[in-house]
């Protein structure tokens, strides 16, 4: 039992001591965050700390994970201040975590960074944290989605919007399915139409039936009937 003891103390002041400064390496540097993380202590999560001011992205997003993850107490607060970092893995890491915290403060950044941000990965998961922290103001947020030129990221907010306020995104979702050029979008409106459980949209799922060109499409509004019918 005492060797894995003695590994581990070894690994965290070798990791203690890069971390000082000894290697520049962002590999390295990554290698011993999670290192320090195996032993959090006060001192080594106040390391991990510093190396959210690390030049390299890739350590930087490292760094805040281990943080909010530990977690510490302004870990919420940390994901808050690099929703807008230069790197796109780190905004997409803050944005993962604010939306597993349903933080309800990062609505609006979280609803900036899905209307604006350059990297489709970040607004995709924007997309799916605010989901995950649902309310008015963030249904409001993914419906701007919809409007998104990449289908990965419509699919996303047509799956948040129909979970946050299913009431409201009858008419955003009937839109889709006639008008989206992307057959995968149109499956996923059908299918998000199914679970609104409103018998109001079987006639525009009736249309799709008759005039989509897709036979995914007519098979997944056809299947959305059958499941309001059976409400």
């Known amino acids: 039992m005492g060797i894995p ?9 070798s990791a203690g001591l890069l971390l000082a400064g000894c290697s520049q390496d962002p590999t390295s540097r990554i290698e011993n965050i999670y290192a320090l993380q195996a032993d959090p202590t006060e001192e080594n999560l106040g390391r991990v700390r510093g190396e959210l001011d690390n030049p390299d992205g890739d350590v930087r997003a490292t760094a805040l994970h281990v943080l909010v993850t530990q977690p510490v107490e302004d870990g919420s607060e940390l994901a808050l201040q690099f929703l807008d970092d230069d790197h796109p893995f780190v905004r997409m890491t803050a944005v993962i975590l604010l939306g597993d915290l349903s933080v309800e403060e990062a609505v609006p950044g979280l609803g900036r960074r899905l209307a604006e941000d350059a990297d489709w990965h970040v607004r995709q998961r924007a997309a799916e944290a605010l989901a995950k922290i649902g309310g008015a ?14 289908k990965e990221v419509r699919r996303a907010s047509i799956m948040g919007v129909s979970q946050v306020a299913p009431a409201d995104s009858l008419d955003g979702l009937v839109i889709l399915l006639k008008q989206d050029p992307e057959w995968e979008v149109r ?10 459980g409103l018998i109001e949209a079987v006639p525009a799922l009736q249309a799709a039936i008759d005039e989509d060109s897709n036979q995914f499409v007519r098979a997944a509004a056809a299947n959305a009937i059958k499941l309001l019918q059976q409400e």
């Open 187 to 196: 499956v996923q409106a059908a299918r998000a139409l199914a679970g609104l």
């Open 5 to 13: 003891v003695v590994r581990t103390t070894v690994l965290v002041i």
């Open 137 to 150: 103001e963030a249904a409001l947020c993914l419906k701007v989605g919809f409007k998104d030129p990449l």
